[in-house]
């Protein structure tokens, strides 16, 4: 079963989607936990962007190998991953290099519906292709992925609570660890508090800042926000001098590291002007208007401050993220406070709705299967039985259940 997005802005409809098996580099995943991230609304909702439907949505996520295709040898069926929105194919120029995050072959492409193998998609209804998102499309009960994006990790690592490492707390915590680099005892300023924002706050933490200071125009982030090592709010909207200024007040003239999270060019600039001259770095996470142009007179970078820019906190998915989990099993990493909703997968329509009201941080979505069932193979077909389902109040109940899938559909 699968989430399929029909249109814009329409509610998405559960559908028996037919899967074909993995192709060459690719990988069959059973998808067991799922994460919704704005990205997903964003292009659910076809704004400011070419719309492409009909689509599965999803891209943070964790699940097991259910299958392999020819060409994949470092991943075996019963392993447990994490698919992810960009890609590691470790031959090209940006993979070999120590410095770049950024794959020739499986960079981040929003308009892409279909594998790279041969350009058709792995997902049809009544012979009528669904299109792929990111290279992921975790809202399938089963999805395909190519290899480069697949990241194994620990099977001991909870899955409803690693999968938020597929996208926007790896691209938080990264930017502030990975390229703000503070030192322990710096000072920090986050601009914008939502979960990438906050995933950046806790990278601050985790590095030792004596300071972090939260800037958002939502004051009632500002509670939550304590709760990832935030000491300091501002909300621009006080102020009547510019969001910098007060900041460089604050702090004596200006702090060590900044970390912008929101894509508004105007606190890119702010993030920028607030940090310390001679050795002041500041690191922009969010994406602008495609329109927008960053200005700031040249004196700001003569005067020694360090303008940066991340992607996916410059992490490499197949070989980082794995330590990244390891950090969240040792303990070194917190993300259970990240994830404020439970819901069954029935109810993604009702995460959306908390998403659009602001109301999330991280929403993981639970599909009615959820831990590997008791199967046999029978004929070419997986016979499932005596599943467990999640009950709508978190517990559980037992229900005996037997049907037959096909390999290569839901």
Known sequence: MSRVAWE????????????????????????????????????????????????????????????????????????????????????????????????????????????????????????????????????????????????????????????????????????????????????????????????????????????????????????QAKKFGVTDFVNPKDHHKPVQEVIAEMTGGGVDRSVECTGSIQAMISAFECVHDGWGVAVLVGVPNKDDAFKTHPVNLLNERTLKGTFFGNYKPRTDIPTVVEKYMNKELELDKFITHSVPFSEINKAFELMLAGEELRIAKRWSMLFPCKSELVGGKVRMEDLKFHTADGGWMAMEYGRSVSNDSV
């Not at 060459?24 to 994460?35: D, Q, R």
């Not at 990205?39 to 909702?45: K, L, N, R």
């Not at 499309?137 to 938020?164: M, R, W």
């Open 8 to 223: 814009s802005g329409k509610p998405l409809s559960i559908e028996e989607v037919e899967v074909a098996p993995p192709q060459k580099n690719e990988v069959s995943i059973k998808i067991l936990f799922t994460s919704l991230c704005h990205t997903d609304v964003y292009f659910w909702d076809a704004k400011g962007q070419n719309p492409l439907f009909p689509r599965i949505l999803g891209h943070e996520a964790g699940g097991i190998v259910e299958s392999v295709g020819e060409g994949v040898t470092d991943l075996k069926p019963g392993d447990h991953v994490l698919p992810i929105f960009t890609g590691e194919c470790k031959e090209c120029a940006h993979c070999l290099s120590e410095e770049s995050n950024m794959c020739n072959l499986l960079r981040i492409n929003t308009d892409r519906g279909e594998m790279i193998h041969d350009g058709k998609s792995r997902f049809s209804i009544n012979g009528k292709p669904i299109y792929h998102f990111l290279g992921t499309s975790t809202f399938s009960e089963y999805t395909v992925v190519h290899v480069g994006q697949v990241a194994k990790i620990n099977p001991d690592a909870p899955l409803d609570k690693v999968c938020v490492l597929s996208c926007g707390m790896s691209t938080g915590f990264g930017a502030t660890v990975n390229v703000a680099k503070p030192k322990k005892g710096q000072s920090v300023a986050i601009f914008g508090l939502g979960a990438v924002g906050l995933a950046a706050a806790e990278g601050a933490r985790v590095s030792g800042a004596s300071r972090i200071i939260g800037v958002d125009l939502n004051p009632s982030r500002f509670e």
